[in-house]
């Protein structure tokens, strides 16, 4: 089935063939289309939508439905991404399953409603307490807003933490074609560890917190060992990349700048590629490493420079520090997009 919709709303679509249960919400621009099909059709389908009165009460009751077993989603934006923050560190704490979408604008602050990527080290680092991260994932079109929404459900409910789908006001608000699958998938049963109110699950115990500081050490240990396995789910895309003298590299709405501008130099002689990260964390290190080396590196981004950072950390991982070193970067913020113009200007500078 093909439906002509907006990103925002194949989210929702997402959500529902992924088998998430609840949605809690609180509509904020330019995510609110996502709160707004949620409510529509989820209580069409049988599940529930529940108006929160703000976005931290959205993922506290996020956390409650977890620990019960139930798959539950959020959406939002920069500023209430924010308010999320103690609750996210909260749900990898008690290691629970669960998803936000995080449809980035214009900071700090209040900021606009136009796109950035400045939520990047908050969404992918983790932005609250303690020694915690996300399974994050960049959509780049509608149609992977929908396919990313779904495989975040798939990770969130694998390894048992929370998930975040970063996208922006630019990819939100636009409108393509979206493939839908057949078949919805079931919700995963949870009882081995929920507590669901059942005979069954009456002796298990949700909790984040030991009061003996060498418990808490081994559970940091074991999240960071849950972490390393990530990596194997770590995913990305290169384009006309194998042969090239410069390497673009951006993710989300900026990977598409960076694919046009490939093509561009291409059609002038000059030998692009692109590697774009579809999981930010965990970042596809292995993969950049393959099409990087020995290769001039464009970063292009709606950030102050925290992708490029990340790039050069995970290049220096993987004994790239030349790669690293010589990184440049070509970016815009407070919501403003990079040009393929500038872009292509740009990368024939480093040439």
């Not at 409650?64 to 996210?88: D, I, N, R, Y």
């Amino acid at each position: 089935m093909t439906k002509f919709v907006k990103s925002n709303e194949a989210v929702v679509m997402g959500a529902l063939y992924a088998g998430c249960e609840i949605y809690f919400g609180y509509p904020i621009t330019p995510a609110s289309e996502i709160a707004h099909g949620a409510a529509k059709w989820f209580p069409m389908l049988g599940r529930k939508f529940v108006q929160a009165e703000c976005e931290t009460a959205s993922i506290n009751m996020m956390f409650g439905a977890a620990g019960a077993g139930k798959l539950s989603m959020t959406a939002t934006s920069g500023p209430g991404f924010s308010l999320m923050q103690e609750g996210l560190s909260y749900l990898a704490g008690a290691e629970l399953p669960a998803v936000v979408i995080d449809v980035n604008r214009a900071g700090p602050g209040l900021g606009n409603v136009y796109p950035e990527q400045s939520d990047y080290t908050s969404a992918v680092k983790g932005g609250g307490h303690g020694n915690y991260s996300t399974f994050t994932l960049a959509p780049a079109s509608a149609q992977e807003m929908f396919d990313l929404t779904v495989k975040a459900f798939e990770m969130a409910a694998k390894w048992r933490t929370p998930a975040v789908v970063f996208a922006d006001g630019l990819q939100g608000q636009m409108m393509e074609t979206v493939e839908l699958p057949d078949t919805e998938m079931k919700a995963p049963d949870f009882s081995a560890w929920a507590a669901e109110g059942t005979p069954a699950t009456r002796n298990n115990l949700v909790k984040s917190i030991y009061l003996d500081a060498k418990q808490q050490e081994e559970f940091n240990r074991h999240l960071q060992a849950k972490y390393a396995k990530m990596q194997a789910d770590a995913m990305s895309e290169s384009y006309l990349a194998d042969d090239a003298e410069i390497l673009l590299v951006g993710f989300g709405i900026s990977s598409r700048i960076a694919r046009t501008t490939a093509e561009t130099l291409r059609k002038e002689g000059i030998k692009a590629g692109c590697f774009r990260p579809i999981t930010l964390n965990p970042f596809p290190r292995e993969d950049l490493a393959k099409v990087a080396a020995g290769k001039k590196i464009l970063t292009i981004e709606l950030d102050a420079g925290q992708f490029a950072d990340d790039v050069r950390l995970n290049l220096a991982k993987m004994c790239l520090g030349a790669e690293a070193a010589a990184l440049k970067m070509i970016n815009r913020m407070g919501g403003e997009v990079v040009s393929v113009d500038d872009a292509v200007k740009a990368a024939k500078e480093m040439i």
